[in-house]
C-alpha cells in the first residue's frame, strides 16, 4: 500500500519562507517522479514542481520559477519543497503525489497513481 505523508505547512507572511515535506512508502518502484500540488479553494488543483528519482530532474510551474525549490533524499524517499518569497497568491491546500515518470505532463494530476493527504500553507500580507 502507497503512502505518502506531508508536513510543514503553516501560516507566514508574504516574502516569508516554508519547507514542505512528503515522505512516500511502500511504492513499487525506487525510480519514481514525486509531484507537488497545490488547490486554492475554488480553483482547480494545479502542479507546482516534480523531480524524477534517477538522476534528480526537476520540472516548476511558472508562478513558482525562482522561488521554490524541490529536492529530495532518496535514502529517506522524502521529497522537499522550499518555498521562498512568498505571496499571498501561493494560499492553497499542497499535495504530494506520485506516479511511475514525471514525463509527459509533469503537471498532469491525472496521471499521479497515489496521493497524501494535503499540508495548509496560508500567505497572509
Known amino acids: 500500500q502507497v503512502q505518502l505523508v506531508e508536513s510543514g505547512g503553516g501560516a507566514v507572511q508574504a516574502g516569508g519562507s516554508l519547507t514542505l515535506s512528503c515522505t512516500v512508502s511502500?511504492?513499487?518502484?525506487?525510480?519514481?517522479?514525486k509531484g507537488w500540488f497545490r488547490q486554492a479553494p475554488g480553483k482547480e488543483r494545479e502542479g507546482v514542481a516534480a523531480i524524477y528519482t534517477a538522476g534528480g530532474s526537476t520540472y516548476y510551474a511558472a508562478p513558482v520559477k525562482g522561488r521554490f525549490t524541490i529536492s529530495q533524499d532518496n535514502a529517506k524517499n522524502t521529497m522537499y519543497l522550499r518555498m521562498n518569497s512568498l505571496k499571498t497568491e501561493d494560499t492553497a491546500m499542497y499535495y504530494c503525489?506520485?506516479?511511475?515518470?514525471?514525463?509527459?505532463?509533469?503537471?498532469?494530476?491525472?496521471?499521479?497513481?497515489?496521493w497524501g493527504q494535503g499540508t495548509q500553507v496560508t500567505v497572509s500580507s
Open positions: 511502500g511504492y513499487p518502484d525506487n525510480s519514481n517522479c
Open positions: 503525489a506520485v506516479r511511475k515518470y514525471c514525463m509527459p505532463s509533469w503537471a498532469s494530476a491525472s496521471q499521479y497513481n497515489a
